[in-house]
């Protein structure tokens, strides 16, 4: 079974998040890529409580979060948002890459992503593509589903 990823990123990547769930099988619950990368759907230019309240939906009805970094200068406002909701929820956050947004700076050691339940999918060596990073955060997300379903077994049975 495939993990229920919410996809977080710049509304101009939407184009490529709906192909990795239309194209590569992404099990991607984000209703927001399918609004409009040009941002012109109504909801998106004019009514943000509901995007929101749909953003926030999607987070709670996925296994995890992850979000896309595309280049080291873009910032994320929504995609933090979106984490701190997931983490709220006891959901992991997968971060793929970096950005200004999630890189320490004179004013911030960007704290949040030293939380347990923040992951980085990246490579030292190179920026990841977003098919092999979500790849690498499906496999992540579904083996702890997998050590976290045996853990509470055990907690039931008493093992532990």
């Known amino acids: 079974m495939f993990p229920k990823i919410y996809a977080a990123g710049k509304?101009?990547?939407a184009h490529m998040f709906k192909?990795?769930?239309d194209v590569y099988a992404f099990d991607i619950n984000s209703r927001w890529i399918d609004?409009?990368?040009e941002g012109v759907d109504p909801i998106v230019t004019h009514n943000k409580p509901l995007l929101w309240q749909m953003c926030l939906e999607d987070v709670t009805a996925a296994d995890a979060v992850v979000i896309y970094c595309d280049a080291e200068d873009e910032e994320q406002r929504g995609a933090v948002m979106e984490a701190g909701h997931a983490m709220g929820l006891l959901k992991p956050v997968f971060c793929i890459n970096t950005c200004k947004t999630f890189s320490p700076c004179?004013?911030?050691d960007v704290a949040f992503t030293h939380h347990p339940l923040w992951n980085?999918?990246?490579?030292?060596?190179r920026k990841l593509s977003a098919l092999e990073g979500f790849a690498r955060a499906a496999r992540a997300i579904a083996e702890a589903s997998v050590v976290g379903r045996a853990a509470m077994a055990d907690l039931k049975m008493g093992v532990a």
């Not at 980085?120 to 060596?125: A, Q, Y």
């Open 11 to 13: 509304i101009w990547h």
């Open 19 to 21: 192909a990795l769930r």
């Open 35 to 37: 609004l409009g990368a």
């Open 106 to 108: 004179a004013i911030s």
């Open 120 to 125: 980085w999918v990246r490579d030292e060596e």
